[in-house]
């Protein structure tokens, strides 16, 4: 009898302890960021002045903006808590996995809902037309090909009156601007928030202008 009840006992305590398996996220599917995750976002905002970036943007809650080449998510972050809870951020890259961690690192912060992951290709932006009040190029334009081409592509995308955003190094800043003047866009703003990189606002050309 004193066997039987010391098993039973043991039983339910190895099922009690099973419901913590799965990493103790309440079946979210997100866990917590690590410390590492949590270091890396601090040093990345505090060399990159993300919320210069977002202002340069001008989104809001409810705007659809494209993060091309988002990589890991440094930045999304940032675009995701600007436009939710009804925005979207369409975090593009012509790397899939890099989009995997992501999606780990917003689904940690609660913001996955938020963010719709695409693979591009190189040579095109992905996006479809008239749809987006902001478009960023964050340390990705001296990627392209043929940024001309890129970029003119890329004008299509935009609602009337939504912006290109560049930011990048300093040493690119050259070719990002020669870019952009013969893909015909108009420079609104310009600004250096941090000595290591521009941030470089964009509108489409008036209508009828090349
Ligand atoms: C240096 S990381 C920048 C990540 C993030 N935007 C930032 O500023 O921290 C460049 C990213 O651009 C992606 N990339 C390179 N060429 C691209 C292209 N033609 N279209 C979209 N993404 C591209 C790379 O795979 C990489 O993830």
Redesign the pocket.
Known sequence: MRTALLCLLLLVAACGSKKDDGGGNGGTGASKPTDDTTREQARFDSDRKPEKVVEALGIKPGSRVAD????TG??TVHLARAVAPNGTVVA????GA?LELLQSRLAAVGLAEVVERRV?G?ETPGLEAGAYDAILL???DH??TDGVAWLKAATAALKPGGRIVISNRIHHRPKSMEAAKKAGLVRQDESTPVPTHFIAVFVAPPEGGK
């Open positions: 091309v080449g988002a990589g440094l930045l593009t890259d012509i790397d890099v591009v190189a964050a340390e990705v990627y392209f």
